[in-house]
């Protein structure tokens, strides 16, 4: 009964709250769905109090408040973990940057290089009656954040489902400074199982080929990857498990299909193992207090050497551009910024590693230019100057695109660039040959 007393002590409004903001601060706002939201409207209402407020946070799924307050760079700059695309526009507003990173070492760099934080602001599940706070699914690395926290403000939100789990996945009252009871706005949609279009299905159908019974799956966002999902859903595969950074609402559909049990895995066996969650009111009920998910540290659920222990391991993840040596961008086109990296070097290494495990980079072949119309390979030469490299070519494994799949393990430069150009939109295929004659790489009994 204490708890309810210590709580009445620690609550208080967000404006009250967010007076602990001063200026020069550095201020973490959470992770995608379980972003601050009352207390960013609080905070924004101190915009012109502050100066030099440097927050960090990622995946936001709805624009924050802070971000249209009049000279926003001269009161707050965004630092992004993982950009979706709200924080690209902000960035070419000029007030929002990336912070590289390797996401399974996300808790790592709060505790060892990060050390202190003025604030830490974020939505939670209602506290329970031994006083926890659950950190719903945004849970990914907070636990760190907490640790390294000043000051620590808690947003309760009725909405945010309960993500179980076997570690770091909440706070305990006697940790907190001040609690804050929220707007209790819905959870945000993000990576909803939209209408897959043709490409998407024939690349799910590609892969979903490669996957045997017992496997154990990691899906990164997007169409292409909840095509996989659903494909695998109407599929008959079975005892399949599920180790992967982000939860989506494929992993519903396969689950509801009888096609997840995590029979086969060496570990966490029966349970799906996530860092966070994002998509559709669907996957946010199936994971309330739902005993068979497991919401646990990136740095858990990301680490290569564990990933490498499950036999039969699928990586399946998306990408902006690939060139002809193999090289993988997924986070930017040039210097125009995308996403990030996220755990996509985590994944790919991991399932290169582990006994019949498979890596697979899916995109399409090519893509319609926004500003000219025009048809564009994202099979390149060489990656666009400026490009970041996500994937290097010593790891790349699959990859796939609505014109095939190619396995690049053990294959020499000439070898992989013939595959990798028959995976390119036909119109485009004999500039590439040509480029790739340019820089030898093109043997002359290759086929055309």
């Given amino acids: 009964m204490h708890y309810l007393e210590e709580y009445k002590q620690k609550l208080t409004t967000a404006a009250e709250a967010v007076k602990t903001v001063k200026s020069g601060d550095w201020v973490d706002y ?144 006697s940790d907190i400074n001040m609690i804050v ?24 159908k590609l892969v979903v080929s490669e996957i045997p019974d017992g496997a154990c799956l990691q899906l990164g966002i997007g169409s292409m990857p909840n095509a996989i999902g659903k494909m695998i859903a109407d599929s008959d595969l079975k005892d399949l498990g599920v180790h992967t950074e982000m939860y989506v609402d494929a992993f519903v559909d396969m689950s509801m299909a009888g096609r997840i049990t995590g029979a086969c895995k060496p570990f966490d066996r029966g349970r799906q193992t996530y860092a966070f969650a994002a998509g559709t009111q669907k996957l946010y009920d199936f994971l309330n207090n739902n005993s068979e998910c497991m919401a646990a540290p990136v740095n858990y659920v990301n680490d290569i050497a564990r990933v490498s222990q499950i036999e039969n391991f699928m990586s399946i993840n998306g990408a902006v551009d690939i060139d002809l040596f193999g090289q993988v961008s997924s986070e930017s086109s040039g210097i125009n910024h995308i996403s990030g990296a996220g755990g996509q070097q985590d994944f790919v290494m991991g399932a290169y590693l582990a006994k019949g495990g498979k890596s697979f980079i899916c995109c399409s072949s090519s893509f319609t230019d926004k500003g000219t119309g025009q048809l564009k390979s994202r099979i390149r030469p060489t990656l666009v100057e400026g490009s970041v490299v996500t994937a290097t070519r010593t790891n790349l494994h699959w990859l796939v695109t609505e014109y095939g799949k190619f396995n690049v393990k053990g294959k020499s430069t000439w070898e992989r660039v013939e595959g990798i150009i028959s995976l390119a939109h036909p119109q485009f295929r004999e500039e590439l040959i040509q480029e790739a004659e340019k820089m030898r790489i093109w043997r002359r009994s290759n086929k055309r």
């Fill in 181 to 204: 009871e929220g707007e209790n706005p819905l959870m945000e949609t993000l990576g909803g199982s939209g209408a897959a279009s043709e490409v998407d299905l024939a690349v799910a």
């Fill in 30 to 173: 959470g992770w995608c769905v379980c972003t601050a939201n009352a207390l960013d409207k609080a905070l924004a209402a101190r915009s012109e109090e502050l100066t030099d407020v440097k927050i960090r946070g990622g995946i936001l799924t709805r624009r924050p408040a802070i971000f249209d307050v009049p000279n926003v760079a001269d009161h707050f700059t965004w630092n992004s973990w993982h950009m979706s695309g709200i924080e690209r526009k902000a960035v070419k507003e000029g007030f929002a940057y990336y912070i590289p990173l390797r996401y399974s070492e996300l808790p790592g760099y709060y505790r060892d290089c990060i050390k202190t934080l003025d604030v830490a602001m974020f939505q939670v599940a209602p506290m329970d009656e031994h006083g926890w706070f659950n950190f719903g699914p945004g849970g990914s690395h907070l636990k760190a954040v907490c640790e390294c926290a000043k000051t620590i403000i808690v947003e309760v939100n009725k909405n945010i489902p309960v993500c179980l789990g076997g570690f770091e996945n909440c706070i305990h009252i």
